[in-house]
């Protein structure tokens, strides 16, 4: 079973970056695909970005181009370094795994707040 704890948001200017992380604990991390999501307020949450445990990497339209997402299965850490960030990014931001998405079971995430 991982356990995830998100962190690194902030108040933000529009076109500035941030780089969120996802923490991990659990034996299992380095097979699990990874994904950040995220959800503003009145919306459907999104998937953001995924990478699974070969590295393969896939990125939601919205962001491609902008956001990057990077694990280090070692530090058992997953990152999303976001650059030319705009108000739309505007968002509480999670990661998760299949599973966890599947049992809806969610973190604290980390609130995204960009200012134009």
């Known amino acids: 079973q991982v356990q995830l704890v998100e962190s690194g948001g902030g108040l933000v200017q529009a076109g500035g970056s941030l780089r969120l992380s996802c923490a991990a604990s659990?034996?299992?991390?380095?097979?699990?695909?990874i994904s950040w999501y995220r959800q503003a307020p009145g919306k459907q949450r999104e998937l953001v970005a995924s990478i699974n445990s070969g590295g393969s990497i896939n990125y939601s339209d919205s962001v491609k181009g902008r956001f990057a997402i990077s694990r280090d299965n070692a530090k058992k850490l997953v990152y999303l370094q976001m650059n030319s960030l705009k108000p739309d990014d505007t968002a509480r931001y999670y990661c998760?795994?299949?599973?966890?998405?599947?049992?809806?079971?969610w973190g604290q995430g980390t609130q995204v707040t960009v200012s134009s």
């Open positions: 659990g034996i299992l991390f380095s097979i699990k695909t």
């Open positions: 998760n795994t299949q599973t966890g998405v599947d049992l809806n079971n």
